[in-house]
Structure formats: structure tokens, C-alpha cells
């Protein structure tokens, strides 16, 4: 990294305060370009793909309810303590959701609760405008995470095709998902197949390492082989 300093003024530009005059020229400039400005809210800015928004439980559209399935993951997995999740476990030994709650002014919007959520029930939508006069407006429970859910729906027209990409983690090979995390639909920057991390990117190395290595060998080996030919076509 090359570090470049501002040369020192001399007592001519200290006394005429000649960076004064350059930032007015700036102004100047830049007065008779065309804004770039947006708007806000006629003009709304365009939310990437995988852009960590207000809560949401997606509704099973069979139960009408969530999809969550009590297994804890993202209770655990957060580093903030936002979630609190009670459940109970029915007749046929299944778990049944009682409350589940999330303190979004205590969430830091790291995604891991949509991450590791093994049946896409947790996710942070595209909705990055909604406000609040108390704090408890933004302690969300399992009704208000539904109808964060359906507004999100509604706001989006069709929800058809549509893959949140926290539900297809990145670094993550598609044999190693669950079922409902292999989704087809997510372009390739989250797909995870082309992306070398921890022992996955050590073994790449070695093996492109070891290609090159065979590559070179191979030369070198056809090297006195061709030599022969082309002394042999002489003759």
C-alpha cells in the first residue's frame, strides 16, 4: 500500500487560502451537473438481492400458520439473545410452537437465524421502512412476525419464483442442505458451488497446486520425446 500525503503550502497559499477557493470551485462544478439525488419516498431505491430487513415468518400456506418447527437453531445461533422461542411437545411427539418472539432493537441483522433455520420459517424481507413510537412496537410475536410476513407478500404482487437468498446460505454445497434450503432459483453469487473457505478452499489449493505440478511434469517428460521427432523428421 502506497500512502500519498498532501504537499505542504507555502506562505503564498497560506495567505491567500487558496483551498477555500477550491472547494467554492467544487460547488461551482458540481451546481450545473445533474443531481443524483433520489427522491425519498416518490423515488425508492432498489434492495439487493439478500438485503437483511424487518423480520418475517413465512405462513405455511397448508397450516396458514408458520412454518416453524420449535428445533431451536436460530434461538441458539444468535449472537444478540434476540429470540425467545417456548414450545411443547404434542401426542404424536411432535414440537408445537407457544410464543416466539424477537426483540428487533436488540437484533444486529446478522442473517444467521434464516441461515440455519432447516425449514425456511425465519427470514429478514426486503422491508427496510417501518418505525415505531414505543419499544414495544418492535417486540414482534408470532402474529405480528405472520403479518410481517403477509404486508411483504402483498408489497412484492407475486411471490412466485421468489428465493430469499438467506435461505440458501452461501459456502454451503446443495448435497449438504436440507430439502427445503435446495433451491434452485438463487443466482450464482449465493450458490455457494464455486466458493473455497476454510478446508474446502485449503483442498482447492492442493489441487490446483498439484494440476500445475502434473502439468509441468507432463512437459517436461514430452519435452526429449519431441526433440526425438523432430530429429528424426531431419534425417
Known sequence: MQVQYKPRRNWLQTLLQTE??????????HMFRKPVTQ??????????????????????????????????????????HCIR?????????????????IDALRCIYCGYCAEVCPVNAIVLTEVYAYAG????????????????WDEFAAEKGS???YVNPLSRPRNAL??????????????????????????????GKFHNKMAVRGTAGMRENSAPGQAKALADTAE
Open 159 to 161: 411471490l412466485k419464483g
Open 85 to 101: 422461542i417456548r414450545s411443547h411437545r404434542s401426542v404424536d411427539g411432535s414440537r408445537k410452537v407457544d410464543a416466539y418472539i
Open 133 to 148: 413510537r414505543t419499544r414495544q412496537e418492535f417486540v414482534f410475536d408470532e402474529a405480528h412476525l405472520l403479518r410481517n
Open 39 to 80: 427522491q425519498y419516498p416518490d423515488e425508492k431505491p432498489v434492495v439487493a438481492a439478500g438485503f437483511r430487513g424487518r423480520h418475517a415468518l413465512v405462513r405455511d400456506a397448508e397450516s396458514g400458520g408458520s412454518r416453524c418447527v420449535a428445533c431451536m437453531r436460530c434461538a441458539r445461533v444468535c449472537p444478540s
Open 174 to 203: 446443495q448435497r449438504f442442505l436440507p430439502a427445503p434450503k435446495r433451491k434452485e432459483h438463487v443466482s450464482a453469487e449465493w450458490s455457494g458451488e464455486e466458493q473455497w473457505v476454510g478446508q474446502n478452499w485449503q483442498a
Open 20 to 29: 477555500i477557493a477550491q472547494g467554492l470551485a467544487l460547488t461551482l462544478r
